[in-house]
């Protein structure tokens, strides 16, 4: 069945969203600032082991191919597009529309839980390849392995920053579901090159996630989106 993946991440997500809800109310703040530092943590060491681990690659010529540049130029380029298209401002909207239509309007902590998870779960070479394992093969055990990964980052910020967390499900449902749709256009023209700069730049907006857990918000990173659609464009055209 293409989408049972993408189902199974979406329940594991709100499952452990409301464990993290369950849960949180019995944590101290202290415990819920440890929660999600740790959750910056392993975002750091996801990002930059993905990342690290494409920059490098040997092409079908058997040449070396580094991804340095292109990351640079997306996540420039991206970032500008996504700053004139107010990207990160839309999220906001978006959240604060769902904040508002589930009587949450006095959460000030909905927000960021909803767009600090929704800038976690659905970026990432998983969000791409496991939809369309999904869709072309019946093969979810991406998906499988991305909702584990999603429902241990969903559970602790749940915990910290309530039920605007579990609403990240919608993203990551709209994006998967998109890619298992469009898998049999997409997948005969994404190329090793193309995954490995998705793989790239996805990574690094992970370590900018960790880094905003851990610090102070200091990258707007909804903005920086378009990054992944230049990192594909350059792995298939340059």
């Known amino acids: 069945m293409p989408?049972?993946?993408?189902?199974?991440n979406a329940a594991a997500i709100i499952v452990s969203g409301l464990l993290g809800l369950l849960f949180?109310?019995?944590?101290?703040?202290?415990?819920?600032?440890?929660?999600?530092?740790?959750?910056?943590?392993?975002?750091?060491?996801?990002?930059?082991s993905g990342a690290l681990k494409a920059l490098w690659t040997v092409s079908s010529e058997s040449t070396w191919r580094?991804?340095?540049?292109?990351?640079?130029v997306a996540l420039c380029l991206g970032g500008l597009i996504g700053e004139l298209l107010g990207i990160e401002?839309?999220?906001?909207?978006?959240?604060?529309?769902?904040?508002?239509?589930?009587?949450?309007?006095?959460d000030s902590r909905f927000l960021d839980g909803f767009i600090t998870a929704s800038l976690i779960l659905p970026v990432g070479a998983?969000?791409?390849?496991?939809?369309?394992n999904d869709a072309?093969?019946?093969?979810?055990?991406?998906l499988i392995a991305k909702s584990i990964m999603d429902a241990s980052i969903v559970f602790a910020l749940a915990a910290t920053y309530g039920k605007g967390t579990i609403f990240s499900v919608l993203p990551v449902v709209a994006v998967q579901g998109l890619f298992t749709a469009l898998a049999f256009c997409i997948a005969p023209i994404m190329t090793t090159a193309a995954l490995n700069d998705l793989?790239?730049?996805?990574?690094?907006l992970i370590v900018g996630i960790g880094l905003n857990l851990i610090f102070e918000k200091t990258f707007h990173l909804a903005n920086y989106l378009?990054?992944?659609?230049i990192a594909v464009l350059w792995g298939l055209f340059i």
């Open 24 to 48: 949180g109310r019995f944590l101290t703040d202290r415990i819920q600032d440890i929660l999600v530092k740790a959750c910056g943590l392993g975002c750091l060491v996801i990002g930059f």
């Open 66 to 72: 580094s991804g340095t540049l292109m990351m640079i």
């Open 199 to 204: 793989s790239i730049v996805g990574s690094t």
């Open 136 to 142: 072309l093969y019946g093969d979810y055990t991406i």
């Open 126 to 132: 998983m969000a791409v390849i496991g939809p369309m």
């Open 3 to 8: 989408g049972l993946g993408t189902i199974i």
């Open 89 to 106: 401002r839309g999220l906001e909207r978006f959240g604060t529309w769902l904040r508002d239509k589930t009587g949450s309007s006095g």
């Open 226 to 229: 378009p990054a992944l659609v």
